[in-house]
Structure formats: structure tokens, C-alpha cells
């Protein structure tokens, strides 16, 4: 079955720098990839995603790119703010709606 | 517009109970999926459903059992509970179910058996 890796597990930056946060995947067959960012005591709340046929997509300080040659897919976040420090959640999904996560990054950005 | 909502939003429960939780997708929303988060971990895969029938399963025991009624909502069950079931289940729904379309999730029952 589909198996998502992400790195890193924890990323520190400071306000204002970029942060990236890549994901290899296994099953060619995946054509969907959302990334979720999950706060304290809440469910994750989608942020952007990109589907097989797109390389990237852009919204605003965020952008996903995708390689499905090399079967990964990286979130680019620019200019980062405090209120952007939470746990981020890569996926991937291959036919019906079973979303496979990776295993989170824990983004800090400090003041 | 409400989101998902679940209910409860916590929950405590001993070894050997069952519990069923609740789940209302967005109005409009035909497609429900359940998801378990342990702490530290992603959400896994347990169940979907689109207008009543179980459309996917994850690997989970049989004593996790779910089923949609004609309102779309949901019930997610779990009999004879150990303590590997605390965790954070999560439902998420979708317009038809279809493998891109977008899931949306809601706030989530937290569970712990003792």
C-alpha cells in the first residue's frame, strides 16, 4: 500500500524567513496531494493541494510543487508569521478518498 | 456555513466498553470518512462512506464499525475497547467521494480509555 514519508519532523525559523516541507510517496497510482496544518486541540484544516496533471500551484505566501517522477512534493512557505507555527500534515491519495498522511513537521517561527 | 461537526468533543471510557461517535457533514456533503490520530502521529484511515454504503475500509479490527444514515451524517463504533483506541478520531467529508476531491475535517472526539 502507499507509504508517505515527510521530513523534517521539526522545523525552526524565525519571522519572515521561508520554511519547506518535503514528502516522497511510494504508489505511482497516487493523483491527489492536500497538506493540512493542525493546531492545538483542532482538527487539520486544508491549506492548498495539487492533483497529478498541475507541477505547481501558488496561493498567496504558500506554493506546493509536485514530481511525480521522482514521487515527491514539497510546501514552500514564504515571509512566515507566528500565527503559521503548528504541526503540518503532508498526504497522498490514490483512487478512492483514503488520504495517507506522513507523519507531521512541527513548525516554529519565532518573533 | 457550519463545518464538520462531531460529538462529544471528549470522551472517557474504560477497557472493555463501547462508544459511538457522531459526526454531521457539511450541508450538501454526501461522502463521510473516518480517521484515527494517536498523539504524535497522522490521521489513519478507517472507514468511508457515500450515500450509505462503505465504500473504503482501513486496517482496523472488526470491532470498529460505522454506518451513514439517509441525513449523510454518521456514527463511528467501537467495541471492546483497549488502551491502544485513545486517540483523536476525525471525521472528514467530502461532496461525492471522489478520490481528488477535497476532505474536510472536523474538530474531533478526543478519546481516553483507562
Known amino acids: 500500500g502507499e507509504n508517505v514519508e515527510q521530513h523534517p519532523s521539526t522545523l525552526s525559523v524565525q519571522e519572515g524567513d521561508s520554511a519547506v516541507i518535503k514528502c516522497t510517496y511510494s504508489d505511482s497510482a497516487s493523483n491527489y496531494f492536500p497538506w493540512y496544518k493542525q493546531e492545538l486541540g483542532k482538527g487539520p484544516q486544508l491549506i492548498i493541494d495539487?492533483?497529478?496533471?498541475?507541477g505547481e500551484k501558488k496561493d498567496q505566501r504558500i506554493a506546493v510543487t509536485l514530481n511525480k517522477t521522482a514521487k515527491h512534493f514539497s510546501l514552500h512557505i514564504t515571509e512566515t508569521q507566528p500565527e503559521d507555527s503548528a504541526v503540518y500534515f503532508c498526504?497522498?491519495?490514490?483512487?478512492?478518498?483514503?488520504?495517507?498522511f506522513g507523519t507531521g513537521t512541527r513548525l516554529l517561527v519565532s518573533p | 456555513d457550519a463545518g464538520v461537526t462531531q460529538s462529544p468533543t471528549h470522551l472517557i471510557k474504560t477497557r472493555g466498553q463501547h462508544v459511538t461517535l457522531r459526526c454531521s457533514p457539511i450541508s450538501g456533503h454526501k461522502s463521510v470518512s473516518w480517521y484515527q490520530q494517536v498523539l504524535g502521529q497522522g490521521p489513519q484511515f478507517i472507514f468511508q462512506?457515500?450515500?450509505?454504503?462503505?465504500?473504503g475500509r482501513g486496517n482496523f479490527p472488526d470491532r470498529f464499525s460505522a454506518r451513514q444514515f439517509p441525513n449523510y451524517s454518521s456514527e463511528l463504533n467501537v467495541n471492546a475497547l483497549l488502551l491502544g483506541d485513545s486517540a483523536l478520531y476525525l471525521c472528514a467529508s467530502s461532496f461525492r467521494g471522489q478520490g481528488s476531491e477535497t476532505q474536510y475535517f472536523g474538530p474531533g472526539t478526543r478519546l481516553l480509555v483507562l
Open positions: 495539487i492533483r497529478s496533471n498541475v
Open positions: 462512506y457515500y450515500e450509505k454504503e462503505e465504500r
Open positions: 498526504a497522498a491519495s490514490a483512487g478512492f478518498q483514503k488520504l495517507v
